[in-house]
C-alpha cells in the first residue's frame, strides 16, 4: 500500500515538475544546407558586402577542407558557419568555424 502511494507520488511530482514541456530528445533535428542564407527582401550595400566576403571566404582552401570535415563530422547535416562582427565601417572580424547546437566552435578568425 505504501509502495502504491510512493510511485504515485512519484508519478504526480514528475508530472508537475514537467509542466507540459516535450522531450528534447524526440524533437527532429532539423537539416542545414548551408549557414548563410540571404534574405531576397533586404537587399543593401551591407548585405552585398557580406555577400561578397562570404563567397571569397568558401574559396579559401582552409575553409573548403573545414567545410568537408564538418560535413563529413555532422553526417552531411551542417557545414561551415560564419560570425561576422562589422568593428569600423571598413573592417570586420569573421569568425568561421562549426555552430552546433550548444555552442559556437571557431576554427579560424579572419580579419
Same mark, same amino acid.
Given at each position: ?10 508519478y ?5 515538475a514537467?509542466?507540459?514541456?516535450s522531450n528534447?530528445?524526440t524533437n ?12 531576397p527582401n533586404?537587399?543593401?550595400?551591407d /548585405?552585398?558586402?557580406e555577400?561578397? #566576403?562570404? !563567397? $571569397? ?6 575553409v573548403?577542407?573545414?567545410?568537408? &570535415? ?7 547535416r551542417?557545414?561551415? /558557419?560564419?560570425?561576422?562582427?562589422? #568593428?569600423? !565601417? $571598413? ?11 550548444? &555552442?559556437?566552435?571557431?576554427d579560424?578568425?579572419?580579419?
Amino acid at each position: 500500500m505504501i509502495q502504491k502511494l510512493i510511485s504515485i507520488l512519484t508519478y504526480l511530482l514528475v508530472a508537475i515538475a514537467c509542466n507540459g514541456q516535450s522531450n528534447p530528445k524526440t524533437n527532429k533535428v532539423q537539416k542545414k544546407s548551408s549557414s548563410y542564407i540571404a534574405n531576397p527582401n533586404r537587399i543593401t550595400s551591407d /548585405s552585398i558586402t557580406e555577400e561578397k #566576403i562570404y !563567397d $571569397s571566404l568558401f574559396k579559401l582552401p582552409e575553409v573548403q577542407t573545414l567545410q568537408r &570535415r564538418i560535413d563529413s563530422m555532422t553526417s552531411h547535416r551542417h557545414g561551415v /558557419s560564419f560570425m561576422l562582427d562589422n #568593428i569600423l !565601417d $571598413s573592417i570586420y572580424v569573421i569568425n568561421t568555424g562549426y555552430n552546433g547546437e550548444l &555552442r559556437f566552435e571557431n576554427d579560424f578568425t579572419f580579419y
